[in-house]
């Protein structure tokens, strides 16, 4: 009988995920659709195209959550006493602050849909906090992976914060002098310039992660920060003005890359956390089978 077992419970959690997979599929073409068709914009009623952007919110929230969410069941496996579980367990601490930031674009539309934001929000706190949970989770997982006395660790771990904060720097001036994000204070210009600073460092990190774990389960959650990375990039590269050098058709196909992208990083994080929760799954049913 325990023979039977594991297999079977195999097959099971194997289904789940790909059901997840085929309704994240789905929830992917739905936001594409509702964001480039508009269709409840179309509807003749107050304030429609308010409405239809709250749709696309709200399905970009249900990833958020399914990414928070699914990390949180991965770190539970895992003791405090564990490595890993303070390596996913902050890793998953970005993805809810994250998910804060995503509710609070909720209260900040309701209240600034006819005015321009602030220049600095609560918003962009909790995307910072969400940058600094992320890049903490990353360089403890390559603490684990690769040995360094211990000051070089803290030594290397500043020095990369440095480079980023000095490279948004140097970027913040390039835009300046390309006349890039015109109307916007230079301490607009440069936050918005270490968010894909931030992304493109992560994303790399995340890449050079993913050569290192090749097809492992725990080397995936991170595939999503790539995503962010991309759709990010050319997201700030709109936000300073650089639309004005595209054609129209261009920036509709870059726009809505960017955008599904976004949708697609929440995706693949949730989705990946989930496989890795099934995989240890798998090895304690097994285990427990084979007593």
Do not use: C
Request: proline share 3%.
């Amino acid at each position: 009988m325990s023979e039977n077992i594991a297999p079977n419970s195999t097959s099971k959690r194997r289904r789940t995920i790909w059901v997840w997979a085929a309704a994240s599929a789905i929830l992917l073409v739905l936001f594409a659709w509702v964001y480039y068709f508009e269709p409840i914009k179309n509807l003749s009623f107050p304030n429609s195209d308010y409405w239809n952007d709250k749709a696309t919110d709200v399905i970009i929230l249900v990833p958020a959550l399914a990414a928070a969410i699914s990390g949180a069941l991965l770190t539970r496996h895992f003791k405090p006493s564990e490595p890993p579980y303070r390596i996913w367990l902050i890793f998953t601490l970005g993805w809810w602050a994250w998910v804060g930031g995503e509710v609070l674009g909720f209260v900040y539309d309701y209240f600034y849909w006819f005015a321009d934001y602030p220049e600095f929000t609560f918003i962009d706190v909790f995307w910072l906090l969400g940058y600094v949970f992320f890049g903490l989770s990353l360089y403890y997982q390559f603490r684990l992976i690769y040995s360094y006395k211990r000051g070089r660790k803290s030594a290397l771990y500043f020095s990369f914060i440095a480079i980023g904060l000095l490279l948004a720097l140097g970027l913040t001036q390039l835009a300046l002098a390309a006349g890039l994000g015109e109307g916007y204070s230079w301490a607009a210009l440069y936050l918005a310039v270490i968010y894909p600073v931030f992304d493109l460092a992560e994303g790399a990190a995340a890449l050079w992660l993913f050569f290192l774990f090749g097809r492992g389960y725990l080397g995936r959650p991170w595939w999503g920060l790539i995503a962010f990375a991309v759709a990010d990039g050319i997201n700030i590269f709109f936000w300073i003005g650089g639309y004005n050098w595209l054609s129209d058709q261009v920036y509709y196909s870059l726009d809505l890359f960017s955008n599904v992208a976004y949708v697609a990083g929440y995706l693949i994080t949730a989705l990946a956390f989930l496989a890795a929760h099934e995989h240890i799954e798998r090895g304690i049913t097994a285990s427990a089978s084979s007593r």
